[in-house]
């Protein structure tokens, strides 16, 4: 009986996740649809079972019987066997149709690996513990490497952040806005930026708040102290504030609270419960 390979798997509804969308953080996972009927699943398939095993590991081969799982042929959108697939980061980047000779399938093969910049950014991903030099040095060689690797850049930016380069994190997203547009993730970094250079010019929480509560009606100071909370990472009474303002000031703070609360929406995400709902109170309050 031969010995079974540890790069080569076959899918079932119930190991999907862990042999495909887990595993594909790793190493790509190339997906091969067939068939027991289908002729040319059968010529395909030694090839990339030969090529996984010559590989050793840079890529796994995950073999799917449409008759066995067809809701997975469903999810991908196979149309004919034999179909495969190739899938990095939980994502298909690349597939092909149909019967394709060794030497093509090969090409195609060296095609999914990632690149030394990509190889580069993963390693900082997932190494535990890197010192923020080693970081740094990795991301600037990878964008080194390829200059149009624009996550390298976010990547590099949000480090920036993180260890309070202000600057050299503005820098970042400066040459990232060349391109006439930011990605979320690097809105995100901006966004942030913006926030902790209003904090830092506010005085801080407890000043801002001694200050307000000698005042409490002065949209100025409410403004202040939702500067300095949004900086603080304090971002609900932050936004209460700067809503309070935008209510009550449309003519004076409003605009300034307004972009305030824009900043902290861009640095939680979309996906964040108080970007929702203070959206919506912010659109009611507006209109």
């Given at each position: 009986m031969p010995q079974k390979s540890p790069w080569i798997v076959d899918l079932t509804l119930e190991n999907f996740e862990s042999e495909v969308l887990e595993r594909s953080q790793e190493v790509p996972v190339i997906v091969d649809f067939w068939a027991a009927w289908c002729q040319?699943?059968?010529?395909l398939m030694p090839i990339l079972e030969k090529l996984a095993n010559e590989m050793e590991g840079r890529f796994?081969?995950?073999?799917a019987n449409t008759e066995q799982v067809p809701q997975l042929a469903a999810q991908f959108s196979v149309q004919g066997v034999p179909a495969v697939f190739a899938v990095r980061d939980g994502a298909?980047?690349?597939?092909f149709d149909g019967m394709r000779p060794e030497p093509i399938v090969r090409e195609w093969l060296e095609r999914q690996f990632p690149s030394e910049a990509e190889a580069l950014l993963a390693a900082v991903r997932n190494t535990l513990g890197l010192k923020p030099a080693d970081v740094e040095a990795k991301l600037k060689q990878a964008i080194e490497l390829d200059p149009k690797l624009d996550l390298a850049k976010i990547m590099l930016a949000e480090h920036y952040y993180d260890q309070h380069q202000d600057?050299?994190?503005a820098g970042c997203i400066a040459l990232l806005e060349e391109r006439g547009f930011l990605e979320p993730e690097a809105e995100k970094v901006k966004a942030a930026l913006e926030l902790r250079k209003l904090g830092a010019a506010s005085g801080g929480v407890e000043d801002c708040r001694a200050a307000l509560a000698a005042a409490p009606d002065d949209p100025e100071k409410m403004m202040k102290l939702s500067e300095a909370l949004a900086a603080a990472g304090e971002f609900e009474e932050s936004l209460d504030l700067a809503l309070?303002?935008?209510?009550?000031d449309r003519?004076?703070?409003g605009e300034t609270a307004r972009q305030l609360m824009v900043d902290v929406f861009r640095q939680l995400g979309d996906d964040d419960?108080?970007?929702?709902?203070?959206?919506?109170?912010?659109?009611?309050?507006?209109?």
């Open positions: 040319p699943c059968q010529l796994v081969l995950a073999k298909v980047i690349d597939f600057d050299e994190a309070e303002v935008v209510r009550k003519a004076g703070q419960d108080l970007v929702s709902d203070y959206r919506r109170k912010l659109a009611t309050a507006l209109y």
